[in-house]
């Protein structure tokens, strides 16, 4: 069973930082596809940060330069540090491992993590 762990959250002032983390359990972060999504009230929720297993990363457009998605294979956690922060950067965040099958894919979410950032 996969199972998927953020922490790292919390409230900041514009402007500040903040790194979350990603902790999976039951399957190794360097063999999936992990992205970092976030959720405003009244929002959809969108991609914010991906690294594939090969280690490509991609950003949405409204946080690169700003945010940074990396991964420790030896911790098995995968990291979203966040500078610069705007209140539009205020969201449940949430983790996604994207675990290979035999015959599909299966995504594992974590339970979120809030971040807000005041101005």
């Known amino acids: 069973q996969v199972r998927v762990v953020e922490s790292g959250g919390g409230l900041v002032q514009a402007g500040g930082s903040l790194r979350l983390s990603c902790a999976v359990f039951?399957?190794?972060?360097?063999?999936?596809?992990m992205g970092w999504y976030r959720q405003a009230p009244g929002k959809q929720r969108e991609l914010v940060a991906g690294?594939?297993?090969?280690?490509?990363?991609d950003y949405v457009d409204s946080v690169k330069g700003r945010f940074r998605i990396s991964r420790d294979n030896a911790k098995n956690t995968v990291y979203l540090q966040m500078n610069s922060l705007k209140p539009e950067d205020t969201a449940a965040y949430l983790c996604?491992?994207?675990?290979?099958?035999?015959?599909?894919?299966?995504?594992?979410w974590g339970q979120g993590t809030q971040v807000t950032v005041s101005s």
């Open positions: 690294i594939t297993s090969g280690g490509s990363t």
């Open positions: 996604n491992a994207r675990v290979p099958g035999t015959y599909a894919s299966r995504d594992y």
């Open positions: 039951g399957s190794a972060v360097s063999m999936n596809a």
